[in-house]
């Protein structure tokens, strides 16, 4: 008997699962993307993907073992201990995965995969490919095995095909308990169509584009979540978001094209960050300078310049001269081909002249509560990668491991759809080890899916406080307005203006009337809206900081002067 998995998502995961999938014989395989197939988060990814090789392809003394201790550092502690043994032990069986499918990595001076070293990782264990186009590489690479796929009849992919809702059978009208995920509905060429399935995989990617600055592209916007939230999935550690922290500072264009992500191997390999005084300020901040984990450099930062007085949005300067005096003239742009053209196109030659960098959004460490399997708690829905939350990145994600997670899990959710995985039947937790928000539909927070999303049209516009936020919904003005109360810095004031202004927008968005709307924009007004919600309900819930959480209002580091500081990862 023929069974058919719909992919939603065109990212590493969906690619890579739609693969395997398709190699099954009783398995029919769709691919549904909502733009072009090489339009993802996986795309603009640069630095790499991390993995330890078998021996001989690894660094010397580096070991599975180093790997794992390393996401839990960086992930403060919050992460699941078995998402992240099997991410790191899965790993080389997954490269092995993407070789098979034309994936190749560069290689080192000795014939191997040349590996690179980024933040947080105590050995050199990071896989690029076209020096700093990793992403890019690995999509062409993948979608170029899916349409070798498609042309033989073995999976059907379908582009500019956007999902509106998830079909089930059965369950509770008021949301409280799901029934199982029987297919999809979408808009293709503003058509509405319908799609059965036995089974659904979400693998939309993020949802970079809730703030004002970020490295996703126009299609981060919160898509997957919003439809698993809305069929009555539990989600979790939405709170945690991270910033990477060195993206060239450009004027931002709302609905524009991604900042351009300076990547963390170039901090890898030696480059530092000066302030606008040209010093060097990180090493006042944590033991580990540069190479600390992405939310401490972030959050260093921010603090940085509120302690030297400058305007929030100002930026910092990335300084790699001292790397091309090092390794030669050229290394720069044999390295780092891509940041080197980009930058110069910007007028930036980072040869010369340190760079202005600043933050910007980067990846969602929160998402769809899944299990080992990528099974969610609504039956016959999957999800794997950015968008789901295994509990592997914790409460802030180590450098290199988001292509990893969307390989290992995609891979998992696909062996439990045909059948094939010895799982013990757990269900998903729906909230972070460490107690964060259990964001369920059986939880009382604002914004529920589902029919209930409309009774945020009942919040009163008196109780709206004025602020930057306030006034007509628009991206800018939601960008803005997360960036301000939900961004690297937050706090209890601010997350409390904006969980107002969001249910005043959710009112003005009508969601019941966009629920029949033709216009995937309006779809993902609605999307984004729905995510602002829950992640500003997840962050006032959690009070203290930790990882990528930071309550500046509580945390007395924020409070201290620069050389006092010392923020612990
Ligand atoms: C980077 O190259 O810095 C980004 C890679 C990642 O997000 O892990």
Known sequence: MTRRLVVVGSGIAGLYAALLASEAPGAEVVLLTKGTLEESNTFYAQGGISAVLAPGEAAPGDSVAAHIADTLAAGAGLNDPNAVRILCTEAVRDIAGLRRFGVHFDAGAHGGPALGLEAAHSAARVLHAGGDATGAWIARGLVAAVLDRAVQGR???????????????????????????TGVAYLAGGQPRELDADAVLLATGGAGRLFARTSNPSVATADGLALAWRAGAAVRDLEFFQFHPTTLAAAEVPGGPPALLISEAVRGEGAVLLDAAGQRFMPDYHPDAELAPRDVVSRSIALHLAATGRPADSPVYLDARGIEAGRGAGFLARRFPTITARTRAAGYDWTLDPMPVSPAAHYWMGGIATDLWGRTSVPGLYAAGEVACTGAQGANRLASNSLLEGLVFGRRAVEDFLGEAPHNGTA????????GLPLTHASAVPLRGSSREGTAAAAPEAGIKSGPGSGVFSRAA???????????????????DAAAQLAAWAAVVRPGIVAASDDPREHEDRNLLLAAGLLVAAARNRTASVGAHYRADTDPASASTPSMQRISS
């Open 478 to 496: 939601l960008g803005r307005l997360m960036t301000r109360a939900a961004g690297v810095l937050r706090s209890a004031a601010d997350l409390d």
């Open 155 to 181: 999976l059907r992919v379908e582009t500019g095909a956007f999902v509106t809702a998830l079909l089930s059978g059965g369950g509770d009208p008021d949301g409280c308990s799901s029934g199982s995920v």
């Open 428 to 435: 998903p937790r729906a909230s972070s080890a460490a107690g």
